[in-house]
């Protein structure tokens, strides 16, 4: 008998880690194939990379804005009705982006559907694992996180092929088709309380609807405490720089002399990246700690961005591609786990999801500024060397978090 009772049938933890999974390379498969058409953008409307940049601007600000009430909604409701409707809304933008016919409306069916989508989708479907696991904690989250690096590993290179073969209106309607398909499937197979099928965290049999209560704090009991509020600011502050190779990567590349295929590819070593770092790093982050972890991971991207401020050759860009991506995948993998670490899973969906927000101000920042700088200098150099300085004052930011298996529910209380 396997674990919860069931013959012959697998943990159903893994089965919701592995719906995440692709639910999430399907949604961010899609947002970080925008780099693949900033080109097109550029010569379709005549458009400076600053007034391109918005639409990938305004994309990541709503799906990281929308967390905070998609979180909070799939803690009352379950994760999968949500989901679905963020595929429903995702697929409808691609579809009515590929009947775009001026860079404003390109904002609202892609910029706006894209961010709608997203941000039902990608809190949910990450805080559907948490209450499923306890001791492999860090290892399902960094498996289901590292469905956004399969999916910025594929879908750019992909959307270059189709932007080639059918023009970027034709490839956005390809990729609408996909997230009908794939998307909505995945999305139907979240949920996130293990007690409506008679189990505990990490597969322990229970009686069906009997589980004990979710342990930690509520979302008001969280906002209330300082350690929120630190982990907030530096995840803010990390999101301005972070932000800025999956919009303008690819112009980089373009800028010195590399063909859009390499630029494509550049993309795609950051999902490598990414899948590495959310496997290695999220079971690493389990023994060394995730505060340590993550404090490494804010000082490793500060670090890389240096080189891509030197980069022009194609295999120094591909390194920093590479290992940006690990670094990346690191950062993406342990927030949700060590949310889970200090506030507990009874709300950790809506945490999470307010956590974000300070992403999505990183995100409608970052790419945009870095477009304005581009657009008056003519070079990347100065938005890259800014973006250094605000990662290592992430990492710095963080040192003040307590060590991640801190639980600060009673500092919450007596607050």
Same mark, same amino acid.
């Given at each position: 008998?396997?674990?919860?009772?069931?013959?012959?049938?697998?943990?159903?933890?893994?089965?919701?880690?592995?719906?995440?999974?692709?639910?999430?390379?399907?949604?961010?498969?899609?947002?970080?194939?925008?780099?693949?058409?900033?080109?097109?953008?550029?010569?379709?409307?005549?458009?400076?990379?600053?007034?391109?940049?918005?639409?990938?601007?305004?994309?990541?600000?709503?799906?990281?804005?929308?967390?905070?009430?998609?979180?909070?909604?799939?803690?009352?409701?379950?994760?999968?009705?949500?989901?679905?409707?963020?595929?429903?809304?995702?697929?409808?933008?691609?579809?009515?982006?590929?009947?775009?016919?001026?860079?404003?409306?390109?904002?609202?069916?892609?910029?706006?559907?894209?961010?709608?989508?997203?941000?039902?989708?990608?809190?949910?479907?990450?805080?559907?694992?948490?209450?499923?696991?306890?001791?492999?904690?860090?290892?399902?989250?960094?498996?289901?996180?590292?469905?956004?690096?399969?999916?910025?590993?594929?879908?750019?290179?992909?959307?270059?092929?189709?932007?080639?073969?059918?023009?970027?209106?034709?490839?956005?309607?390809?990729?609408?088709?996909?997230?009908?398909?794939?998307?909505?499937?995945?999305?139907?197979?979240?949920?996130?309380?293990?007690?409506?099928?008679?189990?505990?965290?990490?597969?322990?049999?229970?009686?069906?609807?009997?589980?004990?209560?979710?342990?930690?704090?509520?979302?008001?009991?969280?906002?209330?405490?300082?350690?929120?509020?630190?982990?907030?600011?530096?995840?803010?502050?990390?999101?301005?720089?972070?932000?800025?190779?999956?919009?303008?990567?690819?112009?980089?590349?373009?800028?010195?002399?590399?063909?859009?295929?390499?630029?494509?590819?550049?993309?795609?070593?950051?999902?490598?990246?990414?899948?590495?770092?959310?496997?290695?790093?999220?079971?690493?982050?389990?023994?060394?700690?995730?505060?340590?972890?993550?404090?490494?991971?804010? &000082? +490793?991207? *500060? !670090? %890389?961005?240096?080189?891509?401020?030197? @980069?022009?050759?194609?295999?120094?860009? =591909? $390194?920093? #591609?590479?290992?940006?991506?690990?670094?990346?995948?690191?950062?993406?993998?342990?927030?949700?786990?060590?949310?889970?670490?200090?506030?507990?899973?009874?709300?950790?969906?809506?945490?999470?999801?307010?956590?974000?927000?300070?992403?999505?101000?990183?995100?409608?920042?970052?790419?945009?500024?870095?477009?304005?700088?581009?657009?008056?200098?003519?070079?990347?150099?100065?938005?890259?060397?800014?973006?250094?300085?605000?990662? &290592? +004052?992430? *990492? !710095? %930011?963080?040192?003040?978090?307590?060590? @991640?298996?801190?639980?600060?529910?009673? =500092? $919450?209380? #007596?607050?």
């Amino acid at each position: 008998m396997t674990p919860g009772g069931d013959v012959g049938k697998p943990f159903r933890g893994w089965v919701v880690v592995g719906a995440s999974f692709t639910a999430l390379a399907v949604i961010f498969g899609v947002a970080y194939a925008f780099a693949s058409f900033f080109a097109s953008f550029e010569r379709e409307f005549a458009a400076p990379r600053a007034d391109v940049s918005l639409v990938f601007a305004i994309a990541g600000f709503v799906w990281f804005g929308l967390g905070a009430v998609t979180g909070t909604l799939a803690d009352r409701l379950g994760p999968r009705p949500i989901a679905v409707a963020g595929m429903l809304l995702l697929a409808l933008g691609l579809f009515a982006a590929s009947r775009a016919q001026t860079l404003a409306q390109v904002y609202v069916t892609y910029g706006l559907g894209c961010g709608l989508g997203v941000g039902f989708v990608y809190v949910p479907a990450i805080g559907a694992v948490q209450p499923w696991f306890r001791k492999r904690l860090g290892l399902a989250a960094g498996i289901a996180s590292a469905g956004i690096g399969m999916g910025t590993l594929v879908t750019p290179y992909v959307a270059v092929e189709l932007i080639d073969a059918l023009g970027w209106r034709g490839a956005f309607a390809a990729l609408g088709a996909f997230v009908l398909v794939v998307g909505v499937a995945a999305a139907g197979l979240l949920e996130n309380d293990p007690a409506r099928r008679g189990l505990h965290p990490d597969g322990a049999a229970g009686e069906p609807g009997r589980a004990p209560p979710k342990a930690g704090l509520t979302l008001r009991e969280t906002l209330r405490t300082r350690v929120f509020w630190i982990f907030y600011g530096s995840l803010a502050l990390c999101t301005i720089g972070q932000a800025m190779p999956f919009a303008h990567l690819l112009p980089y590349a373009l800028d010195h002399g590399h063909a859009k295929e390499f630029g494509a590819i550049l993309i795609g070593l950051v999902g490598v990246g990414s899948v590495l770092g959310r496997f290695v790093l999220g079971g690493f982050g389990d023994r060394v700690g995730r505060r340590e972890m993550l404090t490494g991971v804010y &000082a +490793a991207m *500060a !670090a %890389l961005f240096v080189v891509w401020a030197l @980069s022009e050759s194609a295999w120094v860009l =591909a $390194a920093f #591609a590479l290992l940006y991506g690990v670094s990346y995948g690191g950062f993406v993998g342990t927030c949700p786990p060590l949310a889970t670490d200090y506030f507990g899973p009874k709300a950790i969906s809506g945490i999470v999801g307010v956590l974000y927000t300070g992403a999505g101000i990183g995100y409608l920042v970052g790419p945009l500024a870095a477009g304005a700088a581009y657009d008056l200098r003519q070079s990347y150099t100065l938005p890259i060397l800014a973006a250094v300085v605000l990662l &290592a +004052a992430a *990492a !710095a %930011l963080s040192r003040a978090l307590p060590p @991640s298996g801190t639980r600060v529910q009673a =500092a $919450a209380r #007596a607050a």
